[in-house]
């Protein structure tokens, strides 16, 4: 930086050398005589030539080491860009769920774009301008100084006033900036929930309230970015005012010097280019201590999400062994910010290979349970264990392995049926297109599948929206069995199936289920009444607890129940 700075100094002093130079010659050989001219004539232009070529040669090496300077800082900061974007993407993966409940999508999106490359503005302009700033003003004012003390003084003074006014509108101008950022991020949700929602709005005939919707927030938008335009459309003309103010006051000053014998011409000249070199880095003094503030503000919310600890941590915690019984002990949880617990000290035990199912009304815990044993997140109060083991204290990573779970709300990512299929196992390797097939027809889907144009590549769009409900669900149920896991929990998963189909999955899972642990939660006593335990949940209490037969017996609300559903299957 102070090489390439030193390049652009020195031609500032071969103008003067040139303009003082072309003064000597035409002093020295008078206008009137002809062989005068001759001469003249012929060692203006070869001093000219020999002044230009070296101004270029200069900027041309000042353009080698601007270009070195720029490639070792611009390029630097973009690698810190890159590791401090992977490095929040993957502190977000480590955090708990509490902490998806919490933080808008919105804000967790901001982090990893809009802050990071303010911190990069940082780690790049920022440093590069004030190193730039430093450098300049001490290498120019020493050559000013040496030139001519009062000269420089004289020239120097408007520059700390210029610098404050731009300090001043730079921060008018970034509150307003600030203020459009965060309106156009409620114009993006905006609009970002209107496509996601496109069916509903469709569906409810509401364009035109949500259009209305738009132009308000839009209308917004647009009055901040005209303010802000105000604010810029007085910025730049007074920058350049003030610039030009100080070239006048220079020509001035510097040719009361030359007429009192205190300088030459020349001087003027090589004044006019220090202050042009000057001015820059004071505008930019402004604008650098102001993308300094904001990174520290975008540093200060990265950190925050950064300090957040995992309390789960996946990869440390004992082996396990499951051989059997898994216990739920006193268990309760309340979701955060709610009065009522969902689940309420719930103990019971689930004996390795049978089959465990949990039914109850809407709203009555069952999901809430399902995600305490995948260990989504932790009971608020009590102990799950396996054998005997704090659940708390196992790998997770090996716990989560050993399970193949189908989850109540179905996500499908915008990839291929087989890659979705694959998802769970894809890193395991092995002779994968086999699996899948296989997978697939236990779930019943791949009957559906052959008939799609691309088979297993067909795309499933955005959250699967090329498929139906059920074979959505169907393609979850697939990605759970293509594990062959050793525990598989499927929550209210068949719901959207018909009675043949969930029949037909019933009938292939008796194969999947042998030696492996099973829990099924649902709605509907046909689909848990062959399991060895059924679990009757009502407002997060365990109500009833037995075999399809003992429930039957104890006339409560399971023989209620099975008794409706009965009633209800014979009137269809
Ligand atoms: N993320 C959450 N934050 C706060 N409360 C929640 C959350 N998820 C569920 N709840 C509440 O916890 C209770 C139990 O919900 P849960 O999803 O476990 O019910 P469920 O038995 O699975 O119902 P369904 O049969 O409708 O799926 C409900 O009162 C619900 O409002
Ligand atoms: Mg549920």
Redesign the pocket.
């Known amino acids: 930086m102070a090489a390439s700075n030193l390049f652009a100094l020195f031609p500032a002093q071969l103008v003067r050398k040139a303009i003082d130079k072309i003064k000597d010659l035409l002093d020295q050989y008078p206008q009137s005589s002809s062989t005068g001219k001759g001469i003249l004539s012929e060692e203006l232009s070869e001093a000219v030539l020999y002044f230009t070529l070296l101004v270029i040669a200069y900027a041309f090496i000042r353009g080698i080491f601007m270009y070195l300077m720029r490639q070792t800082i611009i390029v630097m900061s973009r690698h810190i860009e890159y590791d401090l974007k992977n490095e929040i993407f993957d502190h977000y993966q480590k955090l708990n769920?509490d902490f998806y409940?919490k933080n808008r999508i919105g804000d967790l999106m901001a982090r990893i774009s809009e802050d990071v490359s303010r911190v990069r503005m940082y780690v790049g302009p920022a440093v590069m301008y004030t190193i730039n700033l430093v450098v300049t003003i001490i290498l120019v004012l020493i050559v000013m100084f040496s030139v001519n003390v009062r000269l420089t003084w004289l020239v120097i003074m408007p520059l700390p006033i210029l610098s404050f006014a731009i300090f001043k509108i730079n921060n008018l101008i970034n509150t307003k900036s600030d203020a459009i950022q965060s309106q156009l991020s409620v114009v993006t949700s905006f609009v970002q929930e209107a496509f996601s929602g496109i069916r509903i709005i469709k569906a409810f005939g509401s364009e035109q309230a949500n259009q209305m919707s738009m132009e308000k927030e839009t209308n917004l938008y647009r009055e901040k970015q005209m303010s802000l335009a105000q604010v810029e459309a007085f910025f730049f003309p007074l920058m350049l005012f003030l610039t030009g103010l100080s070239s006048i006051i220079t020509i001035y000053i510097g040719g009361l010097e030359v007429i009192a014998g205190r300088g030459s011409i020349g001087n003027i000249a090589e004044f006019i280019i220090y202050v042009n070199i000057l001015v820059w880095p004071v505008t930019s003094l402004g604008y650098t201590s102001s993308l300094i503030q904001r990174a520290a503000a975008s540093q200060a919310r990265i950190n925050e999400f950064l300090n957040t600890q995992p309390t789960m941590v996946t990869d440390s915690g004992k082996d396990f062994d499951f051989r059997n019984e898994i216990t739920f002990e006193n268990v309760s949880y309340t979701?955060?910010?709610?009065s009522?617990s969902?689940?309420k000290n719930l103990s019971f035990t689930i004996a390795r290979g049978s089959t465990f199912a949990i039914l109850?009304?809407?709203?009555?815990?069952?999901?809430?349970?399902?995600?305490l044993f995948l260990r989504l997140f932790d009971p608020s109060e009590g102990n799950i264990r396996i054998d005997g083991q704090d659940l708390k204290e196992i790998n997770l990573k090996n716990w989560k392995k050993s399970m193949g779970y189908v989850p109540?709300d179905i996500f499908l990512f915008s990839d291929t049926i087989s890659n979705n299929i694959a998802f769970g196992v894809s890193q395991y390797g092995g002779n994968l297109g086999e699996d899948i097939r296989k997978a697939a027809k236990m779930a019943a889907l791949h009957e559906n599948i052959i008939n799609f144009p691309n088979q297993y590549e067909t795309k499933v769009g955005e959250r699967g929206i090329t498929l139906s409900g059920g074979q959505k669900q169907r393609v979850a149920i697939a990605r759970a069995f293509i594990k062959d896991p050793e525990i598989l929990v499927m929550?209210?998963c068949l719901s959207a199936l018909d009675t043949s189909t969930e029949a037909q999955i019933l009938k292939n899972m008796a194969e999947i289920k042998k030696n492996k642990t099973y829990l099924i939660?649902s709605?509907r006593v046909s689909s848990v009444k062959e399991a060895d335990k059924i679990l009757v949940?009502d407002e997060?209490k365990m109500v009833e607890f037995g075999t399809h037969d003992e429930l039957i017996q104890l006339k409560g609300s399971y023989s209620d129940i099975y008794n409706k559903q009965i009633q209800e299957e014979s009137s269809n």
């Open positions: 769920q409940r979701y955060e910010g709610k009522i969902a689940i109850g009304t809407t709203g009555s815990g069952k999901s809430t349970l399902i995600q109540q929550d209210d939660v709605h949940l997060g």
